[in-house]
T-cell receptor, first 115, second 112 residues
Framework: GAGVSQSPSNKVTEKGKDVELRCDPI?????LYWYRQSLGQGLEFLIY????????KSGLPSDRFSAERTGGSVSTLTIQRTQQEDSAVYLC?????????????FGQGTRLTVV | AQSVTQLGSHVSVSEGALVLLRCNYS??????LFWYVQYPNQGLQLLLK??????LVKGINGFEAEFKKSETSFHLTKPSAHMSDAAEYFC??????????FGAGTRLTVKP
C-alpha cells in the first residue's frame, strides 16, 4: 500500500486477555518501529527492527510484551494478559534503512482499551 | 542510546506571536534531528529534519529549526503563529543505525 497500515484501528479487550496488533510497513522499508502514546506521556519507544531482527528491545515495558517481524515486512506486537495500564495508542512507523537521516512514516495507530 | 528532552509540555501563544518550542538532544555521534507534528485526531507527519549541511532548516507551514551543536539543541520556531498551528509537536533524534527516539512532546495552543 501507499502508507503504513495498522490493524485493528480500535481494540477493546478484557483485562487478562491477549491481543495482537498488526503493522504493514511501506513496501521496501527495512526499518520498523513500535511506539506507545499514552495521554500526556508522549511517544514511548517500544522496539525497533532492522529487517527481521530487533537490535533494541529495551523499550518493551514487561515480559508480557513481545514483537516479531517476518519476511522483512509485516510486524505483530503481542500483549499477553493485558492490564488496564496497557490502554494507549500503539503506533507503528517505517523508514528506509539508509544513513539514519531518513524520515519515519507513521500509521494511524491502534487504540487499545483494556476494560 | 540517544535521547531527546523537550522543555515545556505545553506552550501557549497568541495568534501572530513568535512560536518557540525547545528541544535538546543527547547523542554520542553526529545526530540526525527531526520535528514531527500531530494535528488533532491525525497521525504524525514530518515537519522538518536536519541531516548534514546547513544548520538552519526550513520546513512546512513556515516553521524552521536551527541545529546548534555547541548547545546540543534543535529548537523549532515560527515568526507568527496561526490558529491552525495548534497541535502537538515532537522532536526526535536518530543515529546512523536509524533507531529513532522521540521527546515527550509539546502541545501548542494558539489564542485568538
Amino acid at each position: 500500500g501507499a502508507g503504513v497500515s495498522q490493524s485493528p484501528s480500535n481494540k477493546v479487550t478484557e483485562k487478562g486477555k491477549d491481543v495482537e496488533l498488526r503493522c504493514d510497513p511501506i513496501s521496501g522499508h527495512t526499518a520498523l518501529y513500535w511506539y506507545r502514546q499514552s495521554l500526556g506521556q508522549g511517544l514511548e519507544f517500544l522496539i525497533y527492527f532492522q529487517g527481521n531482527s530487533a537490535p533494541d528491545k529495551s523499550g518493551l515495558p514487561s515480559d508480557r510484551f513481545s514483537a516479531e517481524r517476518t519476511g522483512g515486512s509485516v510486524s505483530t506486537l503481542t500483549i499477553q494478559r493485558t492490564q488496564q495500564e496497557d490502554s494507549a495508542v500503539y503506533l507503528c512507523a517505517s523508514s528506509l534503512l539508509g544513513n539514519g537521516g531518513t524520515e519515519a512514516f507513521f500509521g494511524q495507530g491502534t487504540r487499545l482499551t483494556v476494560v | 542510546a540517544q535521547s531527546v528532552t523537550q522543555l515545556g509540555s505545553h506552550v501557549s501563544v497568541s495568534e501572530g506571536a513568535l512560536v518557540l518550542l525547545r528541544c535538546n538532544y543527547s547523542s554520542s555521534v553526529p545526530p540526525y534531528l527531526f520535528w514531527y507534528v500531530q494535528y488533532p485526531n491525525q497521525g504524525l507527519q514530518l515537519l522538518l529534519k536536519y541531516t548534514t549541511g546547513a544548520t538552519l532548516v526550513k520546513g512546512i507551514n513556515g516553521f524552521e529549526a536551527e541545529f546548534k551543536k555547541s548547545e546540543t539543541s534543535f529548537h523549532l520556531t515560527k515568526p507568527s503563529a496561526h490558529m491552525s498551528d495548534a497541535a502537538e509537536y515532537f522532536c526526535a533524534v536518530s543515529e546512523v543505525d536509524n533507531d529513532m527516539r522521540f521527546g515527550a512532546g509539546t502541545r501548542l495552543t494558539v489564542k485568538p
